[in-house]
């Protein structure tokens, strides 16, 4: 399923607020992300996907916008507004527009940038993007369920839990498969305060 007419998929979509800046994902942003793949690998421990060393960071961006070239994913590159520095990736995906409902994911920051709330703007964009623009009714989010500090992040903007999905996918080592945690966030909860509050978070109220 893809997105309908409504949505352009070659459109230079911008979402910004006066801490974050997301951008759409470029082949030229290798340069921009080649110190994370070098030097942080731990990022992608529990990533479907790795981006890890300069290959795997080719590959990703590749995939990435491979998928928004064939209009199923819209992969974008993250900058922290507030230092200028590119912070790390995050995208729409899974996008049923017949159902009203996407997946929002393949979310990474560096070592830097993590735990400094730069994630609940992002995902307050995101989610105010899906649900007001797009006028999506459900927006899905998935982890590792053993990835605490995502679960966690998920929670904090108002995520609830709906299940496991049991072996559900192979991890990156190739030697054993994850338990897949399903989280969401459904529009009436979002217009019903989800939004409010995060916003509220975000602006430190």
């Known amino acids: 399923m893809t997105f309908t007419k409504e949505f352009d998929f070659s459109q230079n979509l911008v979402l910004e607020d006066d801490t974050v800046l997301l951008r ?19 990022i992608w421990t529990f990533s479907s996907i790795p981006a890890s060393g300069s290959e795997n960071l080719k590959n990703y961006i590749n995939q990435a916008i491979e998928a928004r070239e064939n209009k199923t994913e819209f992969p974008f590159i993250v900058i922290d507004k507030k230092t200028g520095l590119y912070a790390g990736s995050t995208r729409f ?20 940038f993590q735990g400094t709330g730069l994630n609940k703007h992002c995902k307050f964009l995101m989610l105010q993007f899906a649900f007001e623009v797009l006028e999506m009714e459900r927006v ?59 916003f509220d978070k975000i602006n430190n109220k």
């Open 24 to 42: 759409p994902l470029q082949q030229s942003d290798f340069e921009n992300l080649l110190h994370f793949a070098l030097n942080e690998p731990e």
């Open 140 to 198: 899905e989010f998935r982890a590792d369920s053993d990835n605490a500090k995502s679960i966690a992040a998920m929670k904090s903007i108002g995520c609830q839990v709906e299940g496991i999905l049991r072996s559900h996918m192979p991890r990156i080592n190739g030697e054993t498969r994850r338990d897949s945690i399903i989280l969401s966030i459904l529009k009436n909860e979002w217009e019903g305060g989800a939004k409010q509050r995060l």
């Open 93 to 112: 995906y899974d996008i049923n527009f017949p159902f009203k409902s996407l997946q929002l994911g393949y979310t990474w920051y560096g070592k830097d």
